[in-house]
């Protein structure tokens, strides 16, 4: 039983492989330029020295390069300032700064807390 079906999957597959194989095309198959490589260069120089060359649609728009009203200078007077105080963050692992903060009271004193404030009726009992 286990060699009838080993035997029908390597068929399917032998099968599917040259379905495959059959599908494939030579890239340029049956194209014939009627022109030679440099006389298409010649003419990709001419439209772009005459302004005849389109460009697609799809061509990236180009950016403007950013400008700064700031000197470089002024800008590693800032960087140096921003390490002196802490406010610059150096390793990724610093990120994000979690602060901590401990209370004084303990737990038992939090506990008092919460019971007298629900018996002065500041707090109501929130039922599941």
Known sequence: MKAT?????????AVAGSVFAQEYAQPGAGFVSTKSRAEVQAELLQARASGSLHISE?????IPSATSAKSRREVQAELAQARETGALRVLDHEYPVVRISGTSKSREQVREELARAMANGEVVELSN
Do not use: R, W
């Open 5 to 13: 079906n080993l035997f029908a999957a390597i068929a399917t597959f």
């Open 58 to 62: 799809s061509a990236y728009p180009a």
